[in-house]
């Protein structure tokens, strides 16, 4: 019997490209920035709390020396080979993250609506976390340490995204380091896009929370600790909230209900059943 082969590009179970599950673009539009302009606001609550940003930043620091994760120097060194690689990591940082997680949610809205809703769910659900984090534990990011040693490549080399005063900067709160959305966004961006293809190349979408790894550590704006730390709020967010392949399957293994009405099968006289009626 010929084997049965699937196309390339087609979509995985629970994927829902019905329109029926898409929901309304305006709602969709009016709540994501909603969101986004409640964690903007929120974000500028920690303002003003510097002496206790670089305490939690030296504490940090400390921490990750103790538990023996790499420095985050060993990385920085890479990138200072010369001005390039230092301006390129820096434009990696300012122009990517928003942009590719907005260009992941408007294809899945398009293509993959039911991974659209679970993965904008998720993102909410990370953002929320993040900003409760970044309120409760406001944290100088390392390139901001003099005790780490790291220079500022986006005042150095360019282009930065922060006022060379953090505690004057009126555009973003520079001590909103933990946990890092910047990693935190990447993953999800890659888990999200290999969940919803079946392409034999999809896992080098891990490539993007990679190569935004290096570079938010390279550039010393976040240390080691916030990645991991955005990691695990994603990893118990994507436990909460049930992917569109774990919905479908749940509906496929459910037990049928036994036939009634017009259409169940006739029943002997008597009430026995076949067995019974051989007898």
Not at 29 to 53: I, P, S
Not at 58 to 72: C, I, K, M, N, T
Not at 216 to 243: E, Q, R
């Amino acid at each position: 019997m010929a084997s049965r082969t699937e196309p390339p590009d087609s979509e995985p179970p629970g994927s829902g490209t019905d329109a029926s599950v898409r929901p309304p673009l305006l709602r969709e539009l009016l709540l994501v920035v909603g969101l986004f302009l409640v964690y903007k606001a929120g974000r500028r609550l920690a303002d003003g709390r510097v002496a206790e940003a670089f305490r939690n930043g030296h504490r940090v620091w400390d921490l990750e020396r103790a538990v023996h994760l790499p420095g985050e120097g060993a990385v920085q060194s890479l990138l200072l080979h010369g001005d390039v690689p230092a301006h390129v990591a820096n434009t990696y940082y300012a122009t990517v993250h928003f942009p590719a997680t907005v260009a992941f949610l408007v294809w899945l809205y398009l293509r993959r609506p039911a991974h659209y809703v679970w993965s904008r769910r998720i993102l909410a659900l990370l953002t929320g976390a993040a900003l409760a984090l970044h309120l409760a534990f406001p944290l100088a990011p390392p390139r901001l340490l003099g005790t780490a040693h790291l220079v500022d490549t986006g005042q150095v080399y360019g282009p930065t995204v922060y006022g060379a005063r953090p505690a004057a900067d009126t555009m973003a709160n520079q001590f909103a380091a933990m946990p890092s959305l910047h990693f935190g966004w990447a993953l999800m961006v890659a888990l999200g896009l290999i969940a919803a293809t079946r392409s034999r190349w999809r896992w080098l979408w891990l490539l993007h929370p990679a190569v935004t790894l290096l570079v938010i550590v390279g550039t010393a704006n976040h240390f080691w600790l916030d990645s991991l730390v955005a990691a695990a709020l994603l990893g118990l967010a994507l436990a909460v909230v049930p992917s569109p392949a774990r919905r479908s399957g749940v509906r496929a293994t459910a037990a049928p209900t036994p036939p009634t009405g017009a259409g169940a099968p006739p029943v002997p006289a008597g009430g026995r059943g076949l067995v019974g009626a051989r007898r």
